[in-house]
T-cell receptor, first 118, second 114 residues
Framework: GAVVSQHPSRVICKSGTSVKIECRSL??????MFWYRQFPKQSLMLMAT?????????EQGVEKDKFLINHASLTLSTLTVTSAHPEDSSFYIC??????????????FGPGTRLLVL | SQKIEQNSEALNIQEGKTATLTCNYT??????LQWYRQDPGRGPVFLLL?????KEKRKERLKVTFDTTLKQSLFHITASQPADSATYLC?????????????FGKGTRLSVIA
């Protein structure tokens, strides 16, 4: 089946630093990728939709200047948490679908990145 | 307001029994409903997708039902095994064309006791 990878799997950083998380579709191309955030015992919450070659679409309440998304190619999207603070500590998960517009394909999720900001 | 709720945060059952998990939603009109399995510290893994015009879907020991009148989906695992212990998430897919994001419930943590 389709595989989505994330790097790093875990990161610990000091407050005020920036952290970049990569999401790659390994065996398919994805024009759209999604970034979710999950706090302990909570559901996955959509942060933004990453579109290859255009600006990301952010959900209400998500600061676009704090969570920078770059969809550089059809297989790579990056999420940069700028000036991270302890409240940004969470589990960040990306997903992608090999489907084209109009088709219905399941989404494949990355293994997640655990961010801890001290 | 829009809500998606899974019946319980945790469910414990005996090995060999059937586990039944519930997903209810309000003020949504999903075109599809999906179920995922999530293990601790891992991303969700897709299990089953059911369309709004389908009543039931099966895959090996898994069965999903979808009642758009009740706005409810039931997820069954028959002959449960300790390896089935995980958190199960339901997700609504509005099917607005192409790739659309999912709306997730909080999940139900299933523990199958040997």
């Amino acid at each position: 089946g389709a595989v989505v990878s994330q790097h790093p799997s875990r990161v610990i950083c000091k407050s005020g630093t920036s952290v970049k998380i990569e999401c790659r579709s390994l065996d398919f191309q994805a024009t759209t990728m999604f970034w979710y955030r999950q706090f302990p015992k909570q559901s996955l919450m959509l942060m933004a939709t990453s579109n290859e070659g255009s600006k990301a679409t952010y959900e209400q309440g998500v600061e676009k200047d704090k969570f920078l998304i770059n969809h550089a190619s059809l297989t790579l999207s990056t999420l940069t948490v700028t000036s991270a603070h302890p409240e940004d500590s969470s589990f960040y998960i990306c997903s992608a679908s090999p489907g084209t517009s109009g088709s219905k394909e399941t989404q494949y999720f990355g293994p997640g990145t655990r961010l801890l900001v001290l | 307001s829009q809500k998606i709720e899974q019946n319980s945060e945790a469910l414990n059952i005996q090995e060999g029994k059937t586990a039944t998990l519930t997903c209810n939603y309000t003020n949504y009109s999903p075109a599809y409903l999906q179920w995922y399995r999530q293990d601790p510290g891992r991303g969700p893994v897709f299990l089953l997708l059911i369309r709004e015009n389908e009543k039931e879907k099966r895959k090996e020991r898994l069965k999903v039902t979808f009642d758009t009148t009740l706005k409810q989906s039931l997820f069954h695992i028959t002959a449960s095994q300790p390896a089935d212990s995980a958190t199960y998430l339901c997700a609504l897919d509005m099917g607005l064309g192409g790739n659309t994001p999912l709306v997730f419930g909080k999940g139900t943590r299933l523990s199958v006791i040997a």
